[in-house]
């Protein structure tokens, strides 16, 4: 008797646990629809990530680097004159590497070492962004490339394109629905496929403008547009 009362203890304990589990499972009776649709929104970048550097080339590998040290220096000193600050400079490569001449059925003949510097720079005022790589230019950089634009903040974008896709998928159910001769009952489930940025196409642009009576070109970028966009999966139920 005391065993059959701790089996039926123990049975008992355990019917509580499993109750929840079971409760949230609920079976539709009508037909389930799946459908994934997308929210889409437009903004204008504010945020260009360009990469600037100096490349040297001298006999020696101490002078390699002396020389692009120096110039690196200057073009460093012209980013913080512009008012860029240290969070938005990062070194990303610095290389040193052996120049050859080859020549047809002749060895290599090393000619002289070849140092790189380059910095991955963040520029917040895009207006300025052309002015500041032509000053770049003059201190001393002869390798620019870029630029890399995109949103600083985007989760605002992405909350409005998420509300855009919810609505889609809600008028998409409601027009299958309509086609069937049914109607949307509820809500099954909702999941969020991802986040899209699309990129923009290149932006760069010269402007000429008359100095002294020549034309000088003058660099200048146009950050278009950019589409924020979000997909989701739901699940409805008709009848």
């Known amino acids: 008797m005391k065993h059959w009362k701790i089996a039926l203890a123990g049975v008992l304990m355990a019917a509580p646990a499993a109750l929840p589990a079971q409760a949230i499972v609920a079976g539709i009776s009508g037909t389930r629809l799946d459908i994934s649709a997308t929210g889409e929104v437009t903004r204008v970048p504010d945020l260009a990530i360009i990469s600037a550097g100096v490349q040297t080339l001298q006999p020696t590998a ?43 059925n002749q060895p290599p003949k090393l000619t002289g070492y070849r140092a790189s510097n380059t910095v991955n720079v963040k520029f917040r005022d895009l207006k300025r962004t052309g002015a500041i790589l032509d000053a770049l230019v003059r201190e001393g950089a002869n390798q620019i490339n870029g630029p890399s634009l995109t949103i600083d903040k985007p989760e605002t ?83």
């Open 62 to 104: 101490t002078g390699a680097i002396e020389e692009n040290a120096a110039r690196m220096e200057r073009v460093r000193a012209a980013l913080k004159r512009a008012g860029i600050e240290d969070k938005d400079i990062q070194t990303s490569s610095i290389n040193l590497n052996p120049d050859y001449r080859y020549v047809e």
């Open 157 to 239: 974008a992405y909350d409005e394109a998420r509300v855009k896709a919810i609505a889609n998928g809600r008028a998409r159910a409601e027009l299958y629905a309509r086609a069937l001769g049914m109607q949307v009952v509820r809500l099954l489930s909702v999941s969020e496929g991802g986040a899209i940025q699309a990129p923009p196409p290149m932006p760069y642009a010269a402007d000429a403008i008359m100095v002294t009576g020549a034309r000088v070109a003058k660099t200048e970028i146009d950050p278009g547009t950019q589409n924020l966009a979000t997909t989701v999966s739901m699940s409805f139920e008709l009848r």
